[in-house]
C-alpha cells in the first residue's frame, strides 16, 4: 500500500484551510488543521507530521514563534505562508527553520507543487527512515551522509536535520575544501535570488553546528568559517 503522507494545515481563516485541504487530499494527503497557534504547535509536538504548512499571522501565538518552538525538538518540515511579501520577513522565517516560504495570495496548484518537492528531499520521510545498502553515501571521519534515505549519521548516532540544514550539509560535503559565498549558498541550496540580509545563512550553520557538536565536535568543525568570505566543508583526519 502506498504510503499517505500526514499534512497539518494552519490558518486562522476557514476558506483557506478549506481549500488546502481540497488541492491536497486529491493528492492522497492526509490532512489536519488548526486554526492557532497554540493548538498547532501543542499537535506538531504530540504527532509526528510528515509537513506543515503554516500561517505566519496567527491570533496568539505566530506563526514563527510556532516554528521557533518547535525546532527545539523536532525536524519537521514547515512551509510558512504569509500576506507579507517583504524580503525582510522571509529572511526572518528562514531564520527560526522555515523550509520554504509561500507569499499569499497563492495558487493552490503551487502549495501542492511546493508540498511534493519539500517531501520528496524531506529528512523526515517516514518510509526513507528504514535501513539502505545505498550507495549514493558520503563517508568521512564521524560523519555519514546516506543520501538516498536522507540520513545522516555522526559517530554511528542518527542526527535529525530539518531539510534545510541537511541540504546544507549535503551541498557543502559534496565540495570538499570549496568556499561557498553566503550568496552562493543562498542561491544554491534555498534557490532564491535576492540582496539583502543573510543571516539565514548563518543562522542554520550555526543550529547545523549545535546538533553535530552534541555527538562529535570533530564533525562540527568540518564546516569552517571563512571569515569575509562564506562556508567550506574541510575533512578532518583525527
Not at 519537521?76 to 507569499?103: H, S
Not at 535529525?160 to 557543502?172: A, C, D, I, R, S
Request: net charge negative; with cysteine; proline share 3%.
Amino acid at each position: 500500500m502506498e504510503y499517505q503522507a500526514t499534512i497539518l494545515v494552519v490558518d486562522d481563516e476557514e476558506r483557506i484551510r478549506r481549500l488546502l485541504r481540497m488541492y491536497l487530499e486529491r493528492e492522497n494527503y492526509i490532512i489536519e488543521e488548526a486554526e492557532n497557534g497554540e493548538d498547532a504547535l501543542r499537535m506538531a509536538l504530540e504527532k509526528d507530521y510528515d509537513l506543515i504548512l503554516l500561517d505566519l499571522m496567527l491570533p496568539g501565538m505566530s506563526g514563527e514563534d510556532v516554528c521557533e518552538r518547535l525546532r527545539e525538538s523536532k525536524a519537521t518540515p514547515v512551509i510558512m505562508l504569509t500576506a507579507k511579501g517583504e524580503e525582510a520577513n522571509r529572511v526572518q522565517g528562514f531564520e527560526v527553520g522555515t523550509d520554504d516560504y509561500i507569499v499569499k495570495p497563492f495558487s493552490p496548484r503551487e502549495v501542492v507543487l511546493r508540498v511534493k518537492a519539500l517531501l520528496r528531499r524531506s529528512s523526515s520521510t517516514k518510509f526513507l527512515e528504514t535501513e539502505t545498502t545505498s550507495k549514493n553515501v558520503l563517508v568521512f571521519p564521524h560523519l555519514t551522509i546516506d543520501h538516498d534515505a536522507h540520513r545522516v549519521l555522526v559517530d554511528k548516532k542518527e542526527v535529525g536535520l530539518t531539510p534545510k540544514e541537511y541540504e546544507l550539509l549535503l551541498f557543502l560535503a559534496n565540495s570538499p575544501d570549496k568556499v561557498f559565498t553566503r550568496e552562493e549558498l543562498l542561491k544554491d541550496v534555498w534557490n532564491y535570488e535576492f540582496f539583502g540580509d543573510l543571516r539565514t545563512v548563518d543562522t542554520h550553520v550555526k543550529r547545523l553546528r549545535e546538533k553535530l557538536t552534541r555527538i562529535s565536535e570533530q564533525a562540527a568543525n568540518m564546516i569552517v568559517t571563512v571569515w569575509g568570505v562564506g562556508y567550506k566543508f574541510e575533512v578532518v583526519t583525527n
